[in-house]
């Protein structure tokens, strides 16, 4: 729970909320070497780096970003299940929590109030975003 307390999607939620996403999530392993998620393929999970570290590329720009423990990446797709906006590859063996998005709508009918803390930060992580992008 800590580590969920920590990912920025999830930070404004309660013990009692983050308890029922950790419920939900699944625990995987996966080897150096393999595509989480692809550029442009539909999405229907996101993921919390537990242990390990992804490089994110872009398609145009190649390699944007590296991700370690704490971060979260395929939110998007648990709300609309749209195509992925970037590859994510490990770079390392990695520890992963995976919630899927028929999981997540779940969770939003029985605790309403992650809906609008979840929205928010997804909203706040946009504004970055777009900030850097005039920069």
């Known amino acids: 729970m800590e580590l969920l307390r920590a990912v ?11 308890s029922r996403i950790a419920s939900l999530a699944d625990e995987i392993e996966v ?8 550029e442009g393929d ?7 780096v537990v242990d390990g570290r992804a490089r994110v590329t872009l ?21 609309d299940q749209g195509p992925r906006s970037a590859t994510v590859a490990a770079e390392t063996d990695m520890h992963l929590l995976v919630l899927d998005s028929r999981s997540f709508s779940s969770l939003l009918e029985e605790v309403p109030s ?3 803390k ?7 992580r946009l504004r ?8």
């Not at 539909?42 to 919390?48: D, I, K, N, R």
């Not at 970055?128 to 920069?135: D, F, G, L, S």
């Open 8 to 18: 920025p999607l999830f930070s404004a939620c309660s013990k009692r909320e983050l």
């Open 59 to 79: 398609r145009d720009r190649g390699r944007v970003a590296a991700l370690g423990p704490g971060a979260c990446f395929g939110e998007m797709s648990l709300l």
């Open 42 to 48: 539909p999405g229907q999970e996101a993921f919390v």
């Open 114 to 116: 992650v809906a609008r």
């Open 31 to 38: 080897e150096k070497g393999k595509v989480l998620t692809r």
């Open 128 to 135: 970055t975003v777009e900030k850097e992008a005039t920069h």
């Open 118 to 124: 979840v929205l928010t930060a997804m909203a706040g």
